[in-house]
């Protein structure tokens, strides 16, 4: 094999899609589990979006990735209304449990409050703070 260097770059979305892609492909072939679906639900006004919550199922997971209220729009219970869409959405999908990563200055109270658990946590990261690794089980419909 030939030499490679190797020198940070700013990807583009598809860059990143394309890893995604690969990835799936890799994790499904090494399971047998196929059906992985994009999850979102988004707010808009004025052609902007003001809240909104991303992620995934497969496996029987959700996996949550992205989760934000522009802060005009918070403590009005948009964000317990996305959750429990995604949730619902989860369910029909048949996952037994949603799981997501937040850092300690972010919601995790939020989250408390909607039935997760801290499954684990990294010190100091980012620095003086910790990150959240939360899972919700869901009972089965």
């Not at 190797?6 to 589990?33: C, H, K, M, W």
């Not at 004025?46 to 909104?52: K, L, P, Q, S």
């Not at 996305?82 to 939020?110: D, N």
């Amino acid at each position: 094999m030939r030499e490679v260097t190797l020198t940070p770059v700013d990807p583009t979305p598809d860059d990143v899609q394309y890893l995604e892609d690969r990835i799936y492909e890799f994790n499904s072939s090494a399971t047998g589990i196929a059906g992985g679906e994009l999850l979102a639900f988004l707010v808009r006004a004025d052609d902007r979006i003001v809240a909104g919550i991303c992620g995934n199922t497969w496996g029987g997971t959700c996996e949550l990735r992205q989760f934000w209220v522009e802060e005009s729009q918070r403590n009005r219970g948009l964000g317990t209304k996305l959750f429990e869409a995604a949730e619902q959405e989860a369910r029909r999908r048949g996952c037994t449990q949603i799981v997501l990563m937040t850092f300690s200055f972010q919601a995790p109270a939020f989250y408390e409050k909607h039935d997760f658990e801290v499954v684990a946590t990294v010190e100091n990261q980012p620095y003086g703070h910790r990150n959240l690794l939360l899972r919700k089980l869901l009972a089965p419909i």
